[in-house]
């Protein structure tokens, strides 16, 4: 079965949060951000922008009637700035005007005066400087410190990665309208519509039944939505309410990469120690997340970062600490894979590092350390149902890792000005949330009397396909076919309390309360059937919408039995609530049992380098993917596709770049670039190894929405292969993204601004004459 | 007046001509399935097709364009198709939009609507379609959820369907295919109709025009008529006479980046369709001229160019996109005075020239470096419009090789690009132009280098002997597009990659390792 939603994005009839036709009197929002890094807000002189023409009314702190407050983890973040500003960018003002040109133009007559204040934006100063988000986490198990003394071999080293840009191609936006009893409606493309509901009751003074937001879907999310739409729809929501218009905020995309937050860069020093045979025996690591100026999700993304800091390794000791650093940047925030990734780069940089100074390749280091089952992870749960090494051995296999290494090694032989690369990744990723409460859904089945069904679910559809699995496991459970089953808009007055559509668990969480729904549902039909039929409920069910009793139809269908319970006052709605079962996770000890199951999967790239020019093409990338009962492989092969192209992304091209002052130069699409199709990879091959899943997955499909980015991560270290076969003697830090700038001085280190030449001793002149 | 068709109805608007076809298009007609992702022409989840009416007024030309940076006044005359142009009644989808449903070519879906019109506008194409070319057509779709690969399953699908269609008469098998829909043989009709209608209109505002401002002296207003036949005054369609300050604006690559607030809110003077602006000849004496309104897609259908450069179709992969190339000029990408215009430095490296008209008709002609005086201060003042570009032919055996490294290969601004041109006899360099972009206040053209190769041998000294020269004709500074470190040794490295095109067997770089 296909993603449904196709049907329409492709006509162009699926309507986003700009498509919803304007309703007359709707006032246009912008945002007057603050223009400097940090520094305490002396004046707003609003005076010309009030007397712009269109403008009706500009909001600030001031206008707010509840609690100027919309930190999530943390209450460190107000919706609009009051007293100082703390990073470029930052909401400052509100402008309401007739029209959206009205309001954009008013924004350059403001002024502001500001006491500027000194500006952090990197995260080890901020470290020193105690500018701390939250107390800093250890995740320990063995000894790490008592276990060097007996290593082979220890190394060290700094590994840094950098941020990234969602780059949903919709940005963000809201559209508010004042509701009769005093309270707001709000159409959000967010990720979390309860989040948003929750702040905006708060900041409007408001209970949270009196906001209502509605998702129908969103232009693409990836965790840039999750908390981050929040502030756009409290902005519409506080609009609305105060002016009793609506309000409609749409951010341009300049906008949104300014005032939005990104991946979180992090700067982490590694140690590593080995045994004679290679195995890790003690892995210590020390994380300095930049954070930017507020917690936002910061101290959960942290946490991952501490459960994915050994990836699909067993480690006996490690000690693993993580600082989150309060910087002078948009607050950074939940990006797929939600620090998993940035823990599994420094990993994977300290096993490249051991292999490099051993000179054996790194995957003979990976191979033998793979998690097997029962091995602890740092946090105590056991890796259970472990497909680690099967994984990596169906890999090596499908895709003849030998061979391909060798045919590595003879281009690079025969080749000066070229060179390839090939890096092995593998993959652990834990599912769940990680905050062990937020793992709870609801799902709320309305059977309707002609036989048709309505789904409402606390899931957000953002491309992902979740609309399409909830609409089948709700088919699938009634007997019926998915044409009679509507997957409805995302209502916080039809589902409630719901968690964000994040952490790959959303289809999981939400697909087995809809299973739940429809099971009972099935189940009061079956009994009703009974009675009415006179049947015996043993052996009865519902198979592509007939009646079968022991296998054969009874004399009714799915319509005439829908018919049937709702003339004999049967209900025919449901509501069931999932909780993952068996999870508990204590952040005091850092230890539990916070997964429902993990993840595991391998890839293969390989990579050309134009040694002249520093430019370089992903020529292979060979996945081998546990899946576990795929039920939707074209929505299943489209995440992992989606999700590793976007990882080789952060891991190549995609630079986020800020200068000193705190202001971001990579503000545009001219000047942040994520791959193009050109870009992607020549071969990406996608295996679905043979798994049995896992019971807490959804129809035993496991989650596929995060754990494929992290096969990005091999595109680095295939590239850092290919420019040490041309240039061994490079001093090649572990950093990333890895650009085509960084290639080409790893290529030429000699090269220098004073020395510009080729400097015939160092190097070798460029060429000779062949006479 | 602007008068087009959009999908199958037609359109009279007063809308400020320098105003954004796509804010036209969901704004104005609230057709909403083109959307907005970037405005600046750098996703394509705007694309819509715009056909134009050849000359002998018996088909149209489709071409993908962004509406993003489409001004609303190049619509005039034309055929502009959004998603709901295409779509077929009922539901039922064209064999595009199958296509990607069926490989999973559409997750969010929200670029998903520039992907369909630009393979549209591709099945409309009067090319065959090859893997390479349906590829191709969607290099200036920025998909962020699918990685791309479920859509060249798509395209492979497409290619495959498209190999039986016929040369002649491709709308109507195209129609009765469901490509799109049949109103479409129509179109050319009614944008003959229009053609005459506006000529029509256009000669009376023309003796309007003439009898007020009949002490003008100048021609600046006149009617002309457009290489696609249909008539035009140069400020858009004869509302007003232009004033001699009214900006120029050609296909809206840049200026829609830059100033479509300021634009939008004064008259233009429209180029892109303007009499006599397109076109590309080889005179007598030698030298091939441009119309000042080629485009680079342009380029890229000459016969002419591509046989003087038969790297060209090459080159300009890495120029923009598709829709970009459809649109922007060469003669804009000169004017607009980026550092890293990419035609800009082809140019200077092919020593071209510029012809500049005043108000008064009065022409001169300004050899390229010398139009550069400073970052975006140029030799030009206000009222000069480029009229043509000129550049020597080249002799057969003479060297030209055009360079570019940019964060991301296609669709990206050079860090440093680079061109340079060589003749060399006997092993001895007879003539050279080399230019760099990206590493000085404006788009380089290296006279020093340039002059320091003539009367050398081709040799590997000589090279690093250039490249010492050139170091020091160059002024980069660090920026988001690279360090001045990096835009050294790159600049070097493209040197020394012109020369390894140029003479493989002469330069030996096996030292270098």
Not at chain 1, 2 to 10: A, G, S, Y
Not at chain 1, 464 to 491: C, D, F, P, W, Y
Not at chain 2, 330 to 337: K, W
Not at chain 2, 420 to 440: D, K, M, Y
Request: net charge negative; charged share 20%.
């Amino acid at each position: 079965m296909n993603h449904l939603d196709p049907q329409r994005h492709v006509r162009g009839e699926s309507q986003y949060l700009d498509d919803v036709p304007t309703q007359q009197g709707t006032l246009f929002a912008a945002v007057f951000e603050s223009p400097l890094a940090h520094g305490v807000l002396v004046n707003l002189d609003l005076s010309a922008a009030l007397a712009a023409p269109g403008v009706v009314r500009i909001l600030t702190a001031d206008d707010i009637p509840g609690d100027n407050q919309i930190g999530g983890i943390v209450p460190d973040e107000p919706l609009l700035a009051h007293g100082h500003v703390h990073f470029r960018g930052q909401p400052v003002a509100l402008v309401l005007a007739r029209h959206e040109h009205q309001a954009h133009a008013a924004l350059k007559l403001i002024k502001v005066d500001i006491e500027p204040l000194p500006i952090i934006t990197d995260p080890r100063v901020a470290a020193a400087q105690g500018e701390l988000i939250v107390p800093p986490r250890t995740f320990k198990i063995g000894d790490s410190a008592a276990t060097w003394a007996s290593c082979a071999h220890v190394f060290e080293g700094v590994a840094e990665s950098g941020g990234q840009e969602h780059l949903y191609i919709e940005t963000q936006g809201a559209y508010a309208f004042p509701t009769e009893m005093g309270g707001v409606r709000i159409i959000s493309s967010t990720q979390g519509p309860t989040a948003v509901q929750r702040h905006t009751a708060h900041v409007l003074g408001l209970g949270m039944h009196q906001v209502e937001v509605d998702v129908t879907r969103l232009g693409g999310g990836f965790g840039g939505k999750e908390d981050q739409a929040t502030p756009w729809g409290a902005l519409a929501a506080l609009g609305a309410y105060c002016t009793k218009k609506p309000v409609k905020l749409v951010l341009d995309r300049m906008a949104d990469m300014r005032m939005t937050g990104k991946r979180h860069p992090y700067s982490s020093d590694f140690k590593i120690g080995l045994d004679k045979d290679l195995r890790i025996v003690a892995y210590e690591v020390t994380f300095f997340q930049n954070a930017g100026a507020a917690a936002d999700l910061s101290p959960a993304v942290m946490e991952r970062t501490l459960f994915h800091a050994t990836n699909s390794y067993f480690v006996p000791n490690v000690t693993a600490t993580a600082f989150s650093c309060r910087t002078n940047l948009p607050p950074n925030t939940a990006f797929r894979g939600f620090g998993g990734p940035q823990g599994m780069f420094v990993i994977e940089s300290a096993i490249a590092k051991a292999a490099e100074e051993l000179g054996i390749p790194a995957c003979e280091i990976q191979r033998k350390n793979l998690l097997r089952e029962n091995d602890l992870f740092s946090y105590r749960q056991p890796a259970e149902m472990c497909h680690a090494e099967q994984a990596w051995d169906t890999a090596a296999k499908e895709f003849d890792l030998a061979g391909t290494r060798a045919e590595v090694e003879q281009f690079n032989q025969q080749n000066k000005l070229q060179k390839k690369g090939l890096a092995v990744m593998p993959i652990c990723f834990g599912i769940s949330f990680t905050k062990t409460p937020m793992n709870q859904a609801r799902a709320l089945v309305h059977i309707y009397s002609d036989g048709s069904v309505g789904v409402s679910t606390g899931a957000v559809e953002m491309g992902q396909g979740v609309n399409t699995k909830i609409a089948h496991v709700a088919a699938r459970t009634l007997g019926i076919s998915v044409n009679r089953v509507k997957v409805e808009s995302t209502n916080t007055t039809r589902v409630a309390n719901t968690s964000p559509s994040a952490a790959s668990a959303t289809a999981d969480l939400n697909g087995k309360a809809t299973e739940m729904a429809c099971a009972a549902l099935r189940e009061r039909l079956l009994r009703h059937a009974c009675t009415e039929y006179t049947l015996n409920y043993e052996g009865l069910e519902i198979r592509d919408e007939q009646v079968l009793a022991a296998g054969v139809p009874a004399e009714t269908d799915w319509e005439k039995l829908v018919s049937s319970a709702f003339w004999k006052r049967v209900a025919l709605t449901e509501n069931a609530h999932y909780a993952t079962p068996d999870l508990h996770f204590d952040a005091a000890t850092n230890q539990g049992h916070p997964f429902a199951y993990h993840v595991y999967g391998t890839a293969i790239t390989t990579v050309t380098v134009d040694c002249l020019r520093g430019t370089y093409t992903v020529d292979a990338l060979r996945i081998a993917h546990d899946f576990g009962q795929s039920f939707n492989e074209v929505i299943d092969r489209g995440q992992i596709e989606g999700g590793a192209v976007q990882g080789i992304g952060w891991m190549t091209m995609e630079e986020i770049a800020y200068n000193a002052e705190g202001r971001l130069l990579s503000n545009s699409l001219n000047s942040y670039k994520i791959p193009d199709i050109y870009a992607a990879p020549k071969v990406l091959d996608v295996h679905f190894l043979d798994t049995p899943g896992h019971p807490k997955a959804i129809l035993r499909s496991k989650a596929v929405g995060e754990p494929p980015l992290m096969y990005g991560i091999g595109t680095y270290f295939a590239l850092r292969d290919a420019v040490r076969a041309f240039q061994p003697r490079t001093a090649l830090p572990f950093s990333a993204p890895m650009t085509p700038e960084k290639v080409l001085v790893s290529l030429y280190p000699e090269f220098s601004a004073a020395e510009t030449g080729w400097n015939a001793t160092a190097v070798g002149t460029p060429a000779s004459i062949a006479s | 007046m602007i008068e087009f068709y959009l999908n199958d109805q037609p359109i009279r608007t007063t809308e400020a001509p320098a105003s954004a076809l796509l804010d036209f298009v969901r704004y104005h007609e609230h057709l909403m399935g083109t959307k907005i992702g970037c405005r600046e022409g750098d996703c394509g989840a705007c694309t819509v097709l715009v056909g134009e009416l050849t000359t002998d007024g018996q088909k149209v030309t489709y071409q993908s364009m962004t509406s993003c940076l489409t001004p609303l006044g190049n619509a005039h005359g034309k055929h502009i198709v959004t998603v709901e142009g295409i779509n077929a009644a009922a539901g039922q989808l064209t064999p595009v939009q199958q296509a990607i449903v069926e490989e999973g070519g559409s997750q969010c879906g929200f670029c998903t609507v520039g992907f369909v019109m630009s393979l549209t506008g591709h099945s409309l194409s009067e090319q065959p379609a090859t893997e390479k070319s349906t590829i191709a057509a969607i290099d200036g779709n920025i998909c962020r959820c699918t990685g791309y690969k479920s859509l060249e399953r798509a395209a492979a699908t497409l290619t495959a369907q498209l190999a039986n269609r016929p040369t002649q008469n491709a709308v109507a098998w195209l129609s009765e295919k469901q490509f799109v829909p049949a109103y479409f043989e129509g179109i050319p009709a009614k944008l003959a109709g229009l053609r005459t209608q506006l000529a029509d209109a256009e000669a009376k505002a023309k003796a309007l025009n003439e009898a007020s401002f009949a002490t003008a002296g100048n021609d600046a207003g006149a009617v002309s008529t457009s290489p696609s036949g249909h008539a035009q005054s140069q400020n858009g369609h004869g509302s007003s006479f232009p004033h001699a300050a009214h900006p120029l604006l050609g296909g809206g690559t840049d200026l829609l980046v830059q100033r479509l607030e300021e634009l939008r809110e004064q008259p233009v003077r429209l180029v892109f369709d303007q009499s006599g602006r397109r076109g590309i000849r080889q005179e007598a004496a030698g030298r091939v001229v441009l119309g000042a309104a080629t485009t680079a897609s342009h380029l890229l259908e000459s016969e002419l160019m591509r046989s003087l450069i038969p790297q060209l179709p090459q080159y300009l992969k890495l120029v923009s996109s598709t829709p970009i190339r459809n649109m922007g000029t060469v003669a804009g990408n000169f004017i607009n005075g980026s550092p890293i215009g990419d035609l800009t430095i082809m140019f200077l490296a092919l020593g071209a020239s510029i012809t500049l008209a005043d108000l008064t008709g009065a022409t001169r002609e300004l050899a390229l470096p010398n139009v550069y005086l400073g970052y975006k201060r140029l030799a030009k003042t206000a009222d000069e419009q480029v009229t043509e570009i000129s550049f020597p032919t080249s002799l057969p055996g003479d060297f030209f090789n055009f360079e570019k490294v940019s964060k991301r290969t296609h669709l990206d601004i050079a860090s440093v690009n680079s061109a340079a041109w060589l003749r060399v006899e006997n092993g001895i360099i007879q003539a050279a132009r080399v230019s760099a972009g990206g590493v000085g206040p404006v788009p380089l053209y290296l006279a020093r280098t340039s002059d320091f190769l003539v009367g050398r041998e081709l040799s590997a000294e000589t090279v690093a002997a250039a490249n010492e020269v050139m170091q020091t004709e160059i002024s980069p500074i660090s920026d988001v597009r690279g360090t001045v470190e990096y835009k050294r040794l790159l600049l070097r490295q493209l040197l020394l990659a012109h020369f390894l095109r140029f003479a493989p067997e002469e330069i030996v770089v096996s030292n270098l390792i």
